[in-house]
């Protein structure tokens, strides 16, 4: 049964205007298997899950589904032959409730064609009880965090009893607990006969979710292999197309004097609680901690987006209130935030017009803003972080989610800020450019900037941070030194107050 081919993508090709982003991909899964898809930023993992959804049309190649060929010219087709998809930017209506977005589309009728509200509501609550989901249907979208979000939009998959699954990057803002929910969901689904495709940056959950695993690079087919038979490093060379032999840069900053200081910073509407620490200019500060400890919130309390109830904060010194988003950036902070996509992206402007937005005021020349310094601060992003595109006028949303990630770094980048604050700056972003935006940030510190981190990646924080301060339960567990310490006490003190 195992064995059994599900669907088989063969030769598929798709040109976009100046990207050949599909060069005769091929793709074969299995009834009853995971198979994760992995690949650079761009390397057109999303496209080839588009051609399947009847998103994209493809140019050539063909797609056959239980032996059949198929060409779904909409995703609505694609749902009534049994292929779902999660897609990578969540597209629900905010204003609508879960069950309205659950079922959009396919609304329960009664008599004269009205929606038949109850039924509607009683279904949603089957298909959460079945998936251990629980949420309100009659919850608005907008009231609830984006990880819950993330889980209405996986069941209304499942809902549809699809054969083929696709689950493009479906963790990248679930927390721990709900990661682990849905591989209970995902094994469930694989035990039915379901053929998963499941694509993700995060290579642990890889080689532990998946049976095979199908490498692209470049729009272009390299290996699949059984997941037994792969290694971190076997598919860090298969994807990045050399050996890495270091995922960090050496560390070349050095702290000098404090830049700021945070005393008692205590939030309104969250449980931060007196939370004091100096920064150092010139120093990378991580910041720890499970889910929900209160490492965003500590970032968004400083930044001003959500409400401080005490505090102080002293920059060089000097008392700094930060009480919103304008005045922090004037006072020289910034923030790039955890939700980005959602919240950061122009997506009918362009590229430079997206990199340049938070700067403008840099390029005014006598009344005029200089196209010249802009194409150039530009021309400086796409380079040191190897955005794909063809061109900076191309509109953003044409780019790869990776790549979008890229450009909202670089534009809080060339804010030149005195203390950056970074939520997840690697979320979303593949192991090649993952060094690269390790790159950036320490020359930032070499330029006596002030950088604090906030990361899941334990990792991470160990090998790009100087000290990494531990949250727990809203309050500081603890603080240590990076160079000399252990994830298991960074565990230990993460748990103090949980
Ligand atoms: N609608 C579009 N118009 C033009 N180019 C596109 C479009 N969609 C994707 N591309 C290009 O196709 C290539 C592959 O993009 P794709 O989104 O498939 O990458 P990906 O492997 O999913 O990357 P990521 O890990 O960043 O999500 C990229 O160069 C991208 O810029
Ligand atoms: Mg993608």
Redesign the pocket.
């Known amino acids: 049964m195992a064995n059994d081919v599900l669907l088989q993508m063969t030769d598929i090709c798709k040109q976009?205007?100046g990207?050949k982003?599909l060069d005769g991909v091929s793709l074969t899964v299995r009834r009853g298997t995971v198979h994760a898809l992995m690949?650079?930023?761009?390397?057109?993992?999303?496209?080839?899950m588009k051609c399947l959804f009847g998103i994209?049309e493809k140019n050539s190649g063909t797609i056959e589904l239980e032996g059949k060929e198929v060409n779904f010219k909409t995703s609505k087709e694609a749902l009534e032959n049994g292929v779902a998809m999660v897609h990578?930017e969540l597209n629900q209506a905010l204003k609508r409730t879960v069950m309205e977005n659950l079922w959009l589309g396919r609304y329960p009728l009664k008599f004269a064609n009205c929606i038949d509200e109850k039924k509607m509501y009683k279904d949603s609550l089957a298909l959460f009880e079945k998936l251990g989901v629980h949420v309100n249907p009659r919850t608005v979208m907008s009231t609830m965090p984006v990880s819950q979000r993330q889980m209405v939009e996986i069941a209304k998959a499942v809902s549809y009893d699809a054969k083929v699954i696709v689950f493009?990057?479906p963790t990248s803002s679930l927390t721990e607990t709900e990661v682990e929910h849905l591989f209970r969901i995902i094994n469930m689904l694989r035990d039915q006969g379901c053929g998963i495709i499941y694509?993700s940056?995060k290579m642990e959950e890889i080689l532990r979710i998946s049976d095979d695993v199908t490498i692209?690079r470049d729009?272009q087919w390299i290996a699949t292999e059984p997941a037994s038979q792969l290694t971190m490093e076997k598919i860090i060379k298969l994807m990045v197309g050399r050996e890495l032999t270091n995922r960090f840069p050496p560390k070349t900053n050095t702290p000098g004097e404090v830049a700021l200081e945070v005393e008692g910073l205590t939030a309104m509407y969250s449980h931060v609680c007196d939370v004091s620490f100096r920064l150092r200019k010139g120093e990378i500060l991580g910041i720890a901690g499970l889910d929900g400890s209160g490492r965003t919130e500590v970032l968004e309390n400083i930044f001003g987006i959500a409400t401080r109830k005490s505090g102080t904060l002293r920059l060089d010194g000097r008392e700094v209130h930060n009480r919103r988003a304008t005045e922090s950036i004037k006072n020289g902070f910034a923030l790039l935030t955890e939700e980005r996509r959602a919240t950061g992206i122009f997506g009918i402007l362009n590229i430079r017009e997206n990199t340049v937005i938070s700067s403008l005021k840099k390029y005014l020349k006598g009344g005029l803003l200089s196209e010249k310094e802009m194409k150039k601060d530009t021309d400086w992003a796409i380079q040191a972080m190897r955005i794909?595109?063809p061109t900076q006028e191309?509109k953003i949303?044409?780019?790869?989610?990776?790549?979008q990630q890229k450009v909202i770094l670089g534009r809080w980048l060339l804010t030149d800020p005195e203390v950056l604050l970074l939520d997840e700056p690697t979320r979303?972003i593949?192991v090649g450019a993952k060094y690269e935006i390790y790159q950036l940030i320490i020359d930032l510190a070499c330029r006596g900037k002030a950088v604090i981190m906030v990361s899941s990646e334990m990792p991470e924080l160990l090998g790009v941070c100087d000290r990494i301060l531990v949250m727990s339960g809203g309050r500081l567990a603890g603080e240590v030194d990076a160079a000399n310490t252990s994830q298991e006490e960074i565990m230990t003190l993460a748990a103090k107050y949980a």
């Open positions: 976009f205007p990207v982003a690949g650079e930023n761009g390397a057109g993992k999303s496209t080839l994209y990578q493009d990057e694509i940056h692209m729009g794909k595109t191309t949303r044409s780019l790869s989610g990776g790549n979303g593949d």
